[in-house]
């Protein structure tokens, strides 16, 4: 059974930091390319931040370049995502996803959200 736990997420001020962690079991995690997605109230899920099975090159939304940061640990099987520089518009449901393309396929597996709230 694929299991994509998280952890992370909680209230901060604006201008602070959080760090979400995503722990995946049941999978073999390096070959597969991890991303983070968030959904704000009212919007549709946007995609956050890539980071690739092999190599490890990373991309990110406009809206959060130069403040988020992903970054992955093979030998832990856990993704983490590193948000600087909060802002109220960051506010969101944070979900992590694993996928990866087999055969012309798309797998993918996704976690349980977590709610990341800025605010003062």
């Known amino acids: 059974q694929v299991q994509l736990v998280k952890s992370g997420g909680g209230l901060v001020q604006p201008g602070g930091s959080l760090r979400l962690s995503c722990a995946a079991s049941?999978?073999?995690?390096?070959?597969?390319?991890m991303r983070w997605f968030r959904q704000a109230p009212g919007k549709e899920r946007e995609l956050v931040a890539a980071?690739?099975?092999?190599?490890?090159?990373?991309t990110y939304a406009d809206s959060v370049k130069g403040r988020f940061t992903i970054s992955r640990d093979n030998a832990k099987n856990t993704v983490y995502l590193q948000m600087n520089s909060l802002k109220p518009e960051d506010r969101a449901v944070y979900y992590c996803?694993?996928?990866?393309?087999?055969?012309?396929?798309?797998?993918?597996?996704w976690g349980q959200g977590t709610q990341v709230t800025v605010s003062s």
């Open positions: 996803n694993a996928f990866r393309l087999r055969f012309g396929a798309t797998i993918d597996f």
């Open positions: 049941g999978i073999t995690f390096s070959n597969y390319d």
């Open positions: 980071i690739t099975s092999v190599g490890g090159s990373t």
